[in-house]
């Protein structure tokens, strides 16, 4: 039979709107994460990252929020434009592991 | 500063040829990751350097693919003998602390 592949959650808002995309993670020992985007055809890209010491930290245009009481992270991107739609992964590493742990990501699409 | 750098972008080879794929990653990073990326399983790492040594090597999927890092600035993942089921895109990644950062991949198809 023909391969199902992953079904991305995907989120879809209007253009200029805030976007919040959200994230669970598993391991309680995990004390550090970071956000990808990757657009259609190229590599995962950088956007933010944030330890466990903190619970908030602001980019441009972006906000990285950390709940580790529910091991939960999100992340904000305020006024959301046309060049925002991409699929955004979290990830997440322990201390002295270089290894990440990504999730399954979610499709951001952003209507005109 | 180039970012890490791989090739080729595509690569396009019948079922039993060898593949090569190449990674330069940043000039200063100790780390270097290959990843491979498909629909069905999304991103999972393979394998990772530290120092050109492999640390980790327990995502290879099978004998048929090997990896090597001969200077710190030069990464081969390769595919001998290469199946349909190989086709992918291949991510490589480096770091110097924790944050990776990924080149542009290969598109791999084996027919």
């Known amino acids: 039979g023909e391969s199902v592949g992953l079904h991305l959650p995907t989120l879809s808002v209007q253009e200029g709107d805030n976007s919040i995309i959200n994230c669970a993670y598993s391991?309680?020992?995990?004390?550090?994460f970071i956000w990808y985007k990757q657009e259609s055809g190229k590599g995962p890209q950088f956007i933010i990252d944030i330890r466990s010491n903190m619970d908030k930290r602001q980019g441009q245009r972006v906000t990285v929020l950390l709940n580790k009481t529910v091991k939960h992270l999100s992340l904000q991107i305020a006024a959301t434009q046309p060049g925002d739609s991409a699929v955004y992964f979290c990830?997440?590493?322990?201390?002295?592991?270089?290894?990440?742990?990504f999730g399954q990501g979610t499709r951001l699409t952003i209507n005109p | 500063d180039a970012g890490v750098i791989q090739s080729p972008r595509h690569e396009v080879t019948e079922m039993g040829q060898e593949v090569t794929l190449r990674c330069k990653p940043i000039s200063g990073h100790d780390y270097l990751f290959w990843y491979r990326q498909t629909m069905m399983r999304g991103l999972e790492l393979l394998i990772y350097?530290?120092?050109?040594?492999?640390?980790?090597d327990s995502g290879m999927p099978e004998d048929r693919f090997s990896a090597k890092m001969p200077n710190a600035s030069f990464s081969t993942l390769k595919i001998q003998p290469s199946e349909p089921r190989d086709s992918a895109v291949y991510f490589c990644?480096?770091?110097?602390?924790?944050?990776?950062?990924f080149g542009p991949g290969t598109r791999l198809t084996v027919l």
């Open positions: 391991n309680s020992a995990s004390d550090y």
């Open positions: 990830a997440e590493n322990s201390q002295g592991a270089q290894k990440l742990v």
């Open positions: 350097f530290n120092n050109n040594v492999p640390i980790d």
């Open positions: 990644a480096s770091s110097a602390h924790d944050t990776q950062y």
